[in-house]
């Protein structure tokens, strides 16, 4: 079955910033019983990267993430305005994060991140034939940059040591790619 069994009756915003906007749905279920949903509705669109040069390595990068107040590897990722074109976001935030530039660009994949709270949508890329030039940090970002072999970096998600979900499933898909 395709077809949309549930009914909104009204959405009420709760709260919403520059990145995303919370908001309170009263439906009526796919029963047909009156109930409530929550939705955090994203203003970008996530984009992530898995660089891979010619030697098989890849770049991770490492930073503090406030919400789940630890340190985190993940791949190069940042969000692109909804409207943009994606694969432009995707080159700049490459730049803006490795310093590399890639005149290959493979999407790999679409990604939904949490689809029973969110309608955020994440595309992931394979960019190959690298160039290394300097990084641009955001002033919010203070992040460490490292190259592995994308070897290790896919023993890296086997041991639980990456744990951001896009980054998770795009290692695993370029793995596939790739033929580890």
């Known amino acids: 079955m395709t077809d949309n069994p549930w ?3 009204k959405i009420t915003s709760l709260y919403e910033n520059p ?5 309170h749905h009263d439906i009526l279920n796919p029963a047909g019983k ?3 949903y929550g939705k955090v509705h994203f203003k970008n669109r996530a984009m992530a990267i898995i660089p891979v040069d010619q030697d098989g390595n890849t770049w991770l990068v490492g930073q503090y993430r406030y919400t789940l107040e630890e340190y985190a590897w993940e791949i190069p990722m940042g ?3 909804i409207g943009q074109d994606l694969l432009e976001s995707a080159k700049r935030e490459l730049r803006e994060e490795t310093g590399l530039s890639a005149e290959k660009w493979t999407e790999v994949m679409k990604v939904h991140t949490s689809n029973s709270v969110t309608d955020e949508v994440g595309i992931v890329y394979l960019a190959e034939m690298l160039t290394q030039g300097d990084t641009e940090f955001e002033e919010t970002e203070i992040l460490q940059v490292k190259k592995l072999p994308f070897s ?3 023993e ?3 041991r639980g040591e ?3 979900s896009i980054s998770v499933a795009g290692i695993l898909k370029v793995a596939r790619i790739l033929g580890y």
Do not use: A, H, S
């Open 7 to 9: 009914t909104t009756l």
């Open 19 to 23: 990145w995303i906007r919370l908001e």
């Open 34 to 36: 009156v109930g409530v």
């Open 79 to 81: 969000g692109g305005p």
């Open 152 to 154: 290790e970096v896919l």
């Open 156 to 158: 890296m998600v086997m």
């Open 162 to 164: 990456i744990t951001d």
